[in-house]
């Protein structure tokens, strides 16, 4: 594996979550009854250990050594899985069905899921997806895209190379960009991939502006050592709102940490049992019919 000059690339704030998220993966995997098995995230940190420890970031040089809340690597590994069973749920009714990763970072999901008949695309921006050219290989069935999720003329792309049925990912980044433009972009989908489904992690509105927010501040950058970049700016209210962006968007179900009853989550199991805490950060999953199947879809 050649080891790519990580901090040769400038990347945002929000982009540097990538390596958080890929850390837990790692970690878990090599931890005692594993949430998640992720071989190849335990080849690329490795590969990019020695860059991290000698980092000038202190959230890189923590990562580097193995230093990351427990609790966080356990709900990072549980959403991980759940996005893998959305993956591997959609390839059981479609074996051939294409799989786009929205903002993939450095995931590894193709590795986890792969059933030797998907076509698969990971979707960044440029700077990510050259840091990830560097660790990771493009196959005939594995495709990186290296493009703003906002600038739809990937998705002109994507129906010249790929085959539906589509499921379209969006794991940690939907809450990163403005409502509007996430908006704009599930109906852009719904008109591009008709028939297609969308799984996707969300937050409620009041991380975003209400009490919350300023403890979801605190604990992301201070505690996590993120950057001020790496903020929450659009949540919903809850996850039938999507439903009323488009005709023909329904929801199929929602998932919360919490519905797994993991063990490893400790005490923190006993904030499931609060109903408002179930819907603070949790993913939707939606089917986006046509606009004119509208009857069918809400009856």
Aim: charged share 25%; net charge positive; glycine share 8%.
């Amino acid at each position: 594996m050649k080891q790519p000059g990580l901090f040769d690339i400038q990347i945002s704030d929000i982009s540097s979550t990538m390596l958080l998220t890929l850390y837990t993966h790692a970690i878990e995997s090599q931890s005692k009854n594993p949430i998640i098995n992720d071989p190849k995230a335990v080849e690329i940190t490795s590969a990019l250990n020695h860059q991290m420890v000698n980092s000038p970031d202190r959230m890189y040089r923590e990562l580097g050594n193995g230093k990351l809340d427990k609790k966080l690597v356990v709900f990072i590994a549980l959403r991980a899985q759940k996005y893998d069973d959305y993956s591997s749920e959609f390839l059981k009714q479609s074996p051939t069905g294409t799989i786009v990763n929205l903002g993939c970072g450095l995931d590894t999901r193709f590795w986890r899921i792969d059933n030797g008949k998907t076509q698969f695309y990971d979707l960044d921006l440029p700077e990510v997806i050259s840091i990830k050219k560097n660790l990771c290989n493009e196959t005939d069935r594995y495709h990186m895209i290296a493009s703003s999720v906002l600038d739809y003329k990937w998705m002109e792309d994507l129906k010249k190379q790929g085959t539906g049925p589509f499921l379209f990912l969006a794991e940690g980044l939907f809450m990163y960009l403005e409502k509007n433009a996430v908006k704009n972009l599930v109906i852009k989908l719904q008109s591009e991939f008709p028939g297609s489904e969308l799984a996707c992690e969300v937050v409620n509105e009041s991380v975003v502006s209400g009490q919350l927010k300023g403890a979801l501040k605190i604990k992301m950058q201070k505690r996590h050592h993120l950057g001020q970049g790496a903020a929450f700016i659009s949540g919903l209210t809850n996850g039938h709102e999507i439903e009323s962006w488009s005709p023909g968007i329904r929801l199929l179900d929602e998932w919360s940490h919490f519905d797994t009853n993991e063990k490893k989550l400790g005490w923190v199991r006993l904030y499931g049992k609060i109903p408002a805490m179930r819907r603070v950060q949790w993913t939707v999953h939606y089917k986006l019919g046509q606009a004119r199947d509208v009857n069918t879809v809400k009856s």
